[in-house]
């Protein structure tokens, strides 16, 4: 059960591309969550594929307070000339050691320290560091300084993120959200005190295939050709997101609530 003296945190499923950016900017104009600490998955926020500098000041004024990322984060070449001074911009922490950017940082927020932690899967993905002792290590690092701890985990197949999931929660995670495959899963909960979440889906077009053109996505398995992936070009857009509430003190999730709602709009600011 929430009380008032709770942290709000309201986590977006990864933005894919102008859509994804759009639909975000109009939920926070449109809902008051002044009072939440704002999180979006962004690796996919500029055509799809990567983050420009121009679109990382775009969300900041969005009022997006922690920019997560994954697989994708390097697809943009101007990322290598602001990633280190980039504050809200987190990349996998398990890159090697020596890689631009940082994979964790804690955020000041009304009073309160938040620990986030960016993560990146192995099974099915590019291969990079383990992140079974490299999380451990990072959460009792931020233990030291916040109760709270909140871990973007972009990965692939869903027994990983579910084993690594509770794996995370014995060890005083507050919050866990899976990202990257863009489908929104049904299993919010909240396992040994942390707000827990497999996939937490994708904001962008509605009408293609997980953000992107149904014709090209088709076209690649009809034919198996590699062929230029585009967002998808649409009216209706979608917002997945993920809102849980942490006891401050504790570090514990006390509520958590999943969301998803699409809306039409009426004159297209989609594409690109």
Known sequence: MSDDKTIKVLFFGDLVGRPGRYAVRNFLL?????????????????????????????????????????????????????????????????????TLGKGSSIFNFNGYKIGVINILGRVFMNLVDSQWEMVKAEIER????????????????????????????????????????????????????MGYITDAGFCGGKDGVIGMDYTTSLNRFLTSIPERYEIADSNSQQINAVEVEINPNTGYAVAIKRIFCSRNEVEKENSQ
């Open 142 to 193: 931020i233990k030291k300084i916040t109760p709270i701890v909140i871990i973007d985990f972009h990965a692939e197949a869903t027994a990983e993120k579910i084993c690594f999931a509770k794996y995370c929660s014995e060890l005083g995670c507050s919050a866990f959200f899976g990202t990257h495959t863009h489908v929104q899963t049904a299993d919010e909960s909240i396992i040994n005190n």
């Open 30 to 98: 449109e809902n008051d969550y002044t009072n939440h600490f704002v999180i979006a998955n962004v690796e996919n926020a500029s055509h799809g594929f990567g983050l420009t500098e121009k679109n990382y000041n775009e969300l900041s004024e969005y009022g997006i307070d922690c920019m997560t990322s994954g697989n994708h984060i390097w697809d943009k070449r101007d990322i290598f000339n602001y990633i280190d001074k980039a504050d809200k911009l987190l990349r996998p922490i398990n890159y090697p050691e020596k």
